[in-house]
T-cell receptor, first 115, second 113 residues
Framework: EAAVTQSPRNKVAVTGGKVTLSCNQT?????MYWYRQDTGHGLRLIHY???????EKGDIPDGYKASRPSQENFSLILELATPSQTSVYFC??????????????FGKGTRLTVV | GEQVEQRPPHLSVREGDSAIIICTYT??????FSWYKQEAGAGLQLLMS?????DRKEEQGLTVLLNKKDKRLSLNLTAAHPGDSAVYFC????????????FGSGTQLTVMP
């Protein structure tokens, strides 16, 4: 079964500190995504990747960096965490299907609180 | 860019009743449409997806309708039960590019016994 694993599941960080959220997928998908979920906004795309070594900006990339060192791993990095980055972060992987469209598999999320 | 609006934000129904959630989108090139379910404390689970050449799809008590003329997508849960209580999201994507999904803002569905 397709699997996307995020770590940590919960994180409390101090303002100005560095935070790294990790994601691992065993789906062998080329595409991976980082979203954040906030009440009233649904999920918003932060960064995505087409494959190892690739990172692309999504809709809300400011304050975030991403790293895709391998097919399986995709990290989200907050160099200087701010309270406005308190949110639930979801990693996902998915590739276009042969019939069009794409099935995206999500991790269980990381709850980040910046104090 | 694509804009997706989802309504209602909250929906309460009795067990056995139908629940209908609607999304509207703006980009006529949108080619892929999907619905996700998120239970409390969990990630998103894909429920159903359709391509733009499909107007109606039914699976296991769920019906997805796509009206391309009005740019409207709906999810109908027939005979809802308490286990259907969750947050539901629509998500759409264009036929090219990153296949990034644009999500609606979600509907909190509560099914009362």
């Amino acid at each position: 079964e397709a699997a996307v694993t995020q770590s940590p599941r919960n994180k409390v960080a101090v303002t100005g500190g560095k935070v790294t959220l990790s994601c691992n997928q065993t789906n062998n998908h080329n595409n991976m995504y980082w979203y954040r979920q906030d009440t009233g906004h649904g999920l918003r795309l932060i960064h995505y990747s087409y494959g190892a070594g690739s990172t692309e900006k999504g809709d809300i990339p400011d304050g975030y960096k991403a790293s895709r060192p391998s097919q399986e791993n995709f990290s989200l990095i907050l160099e200087l965490a701010t309270p406005s980055q308190t949110s639930v972060y979801f990693c996902a992987s998915g590739d276009p299907g042969t019939g069009g469209g794409t099935e995206v598999f999500f991790g269980k999320g990381t709850r980040l609180t910046v104090v | 860019g694509e804009q997706v609006e989802q309504r209602p934000p909250h929906l309460s129904v009795r067990e056995g009743d139908s629940a209908i959630i609607i999304c509207t989108y703006t980009d006529s090139a949108t080619a892929y449409f999907s619905w996700y379910k998120q239970e409390a404390g969990a990630g998103l689970q894909l429920l159903m997806s359709v391509l733009s050449n499909v107007d109606r799809k039914e699976e296991q008590g769920l019906t997805v309708l796509l009206n391309k003329k009005d740019k409207r997508l709906s999810l109908n849960l027939t005979a809802a039960h308490p286990g259907d209580s969750a947050v539901y999201f629509c998500a759409v994507s264009a036929s090219s590019g990153s296949w990034q999904l644009i999500f609606g803002s979600g509907t909190q569905l509560t099914v009362m016994p």
